[in-house]
């Protein structure tokens, strides 16, 4: 399905592979990111996404009752997205936040305070690195669904990228590829912003 005017299939996928395996897409998201916003606090979160039958690695998520993959992602208070870590379905969000924790210490270190949802309660989450997590939990005269300003933030997130094509099907074998696009995806979001904003 690529355009007339593109190079062939082999050369456009030749690049793609290369940028995966270099992490250019991750880097690009990092840079765009931090060149428009100072951070100190994140919202953590993760979204269950069925799979193609072809899709590769996959689990599943009990508690979602999906079959597929699990998008970790560490988001800013305005959305961007600064981390996103595809896992297995049935890696559980107290497991898989760990990596995602300790990726966005090294990349942004300015981060002290954290968000999350009671999923992420319990496990190493608190001790993974020095960034101070806060679980938001529903309010005691809660009854049905209430937006939490700290945690809808990154379900936005979640929107914006639900908006591409790509990730809809996730026919991807590996968890990279998966990665990559996505970063991709994020980029384009903040080029979009970036571009509105001027």
Known sequence: MILRDLPRKSTVFGYFYRFRDEGVFARINHRLIRREVSLSAVMLDSQSVKTSESGGQHGYDAGKKVKGRKRQAKADTDGRALVL??????????????????????????????????????????????????????????????????????????????????????????????????????????????????
């Open 85 to 198: 870590d595809p896992r297995p379905g049935s890696v559980q969000d107290r497991d898989g936040v760990f990596p995602v924790l300790c990726l966005s210490r090294r990349s942004v270190p300015s981060v002290t305070k954290a968000f999350a949802d009671a999923g992420f309660a319990g496990g190493r989450t608190r001790t993974a690195t020095l960034i101070d997590i806060e679980i938001v939990r529903k309010r005691p005269d809660q009854v049905g669904f209430a937006v939490h300003t700290q945690r809808g933030v990154v379900k936005r997130s979640f929107a914006w990228i639900s908006r591409s094509r790509r990730p809809w099907n996730y026919s991807e074998a590996t968890l990279a590829s998966v990665t990559a696009f996505l970063y991709a995806i994020s980029v384009m979001i903040t080029l979009r912003r970036l571009a509105r904003s001027s």
